[in-house]
């Protein structure tokens, strides 16, 4: 039988409760200091070049040629992103990432959209633990200006979240979603 893994960043990816007394929160707080500090030159970018090269950097993974991202760009953990190729990050996007982020290919993010994977129990003694879940945008979604997506969620291929939405739940493929909370009005 497999030993679940004492790693926490592994911890981190795998879901669930992270406790905020657990003692490997001490790497996770400094790697956050490390993405705040890099985040800096990132954010004072004069070329998506510069920006692309500085956000591989943030994120410990090499990000294609044909990806663009607009800064400002804002991560608090930046090493749980993956993006595809051909992708495309408007300005002031939030990426709360410590559950991991998936962008698969051809996805476009209007401006100001927030992934978040972090939430909190709700019972006041474990309000500073952590909840982990991922956030998978599979190909070619488009998530609309000021979007906000929720931990746990998958948006399906070809999906549009509207501007404003506020995601809970899955997507479908080729579905549109609107709304607080976002509910299927159309498909594509």
């Known amino acids: 039988m497999e030993q679940p893994s004492t790693d926490i960043f592994k911890r981190m990816l795998a879901g669930g409760l992270i406790k905020n007394d657990d003692p490997e929160m001490k790497k996770v707080w400094a790697h956050i200091a490390r993405t705040r500090k890099l985040s800096v030159d990132l954010n004072n970018s004069t070329s998506i070049n510069q920006s692309r090269g500085r956000l591989s950097e943030i994120i410990n993974s090499h990000i294609a040629a044909s990806t663009i991202v607009l800064v400002p760009f804002h991560s608090n953990f930046g090493q749980h992103i993956t993006l595809g190729h051909n992708v495309f990050i ?3 996007c939030s990426f709360l990432d410590m559950g991991g982020i998936t962008i698969e290919d051809n996805v476009q993010i209007g401006p100001k959209v927030s992934l978040i994977t972090e939430d909190h129990p709700l019972t006041p003694s474990q309000r500073r633990d952590l909840k982990l879940s991922a956030i998978v945008i599979k190909n070619n979604a488009w998530l609309g200006a ?3 997506i929720l931990p746990g969620v998958t948006i399906g291929e070809n999906a549009v979240v509207a501007a404003g ?4 739940t899955n997507v479908p493929a080729n579905t549109v979603v609107a709304g ?3 509910k299927p009005i159309s498909t594509v």
């Not at 939405?165 to 809970?168: G, L, N």
Request: proline share 8%; net charge negative; no cysteine.
């Open 90 to 92: 408007n300005h002031d």
């Open 146 to 148: 000021a979007a906000t």
């Open 165 to 168: 939405a506020v995601v809970t």
């Open 180 to 182: 607080v909370p976002a």
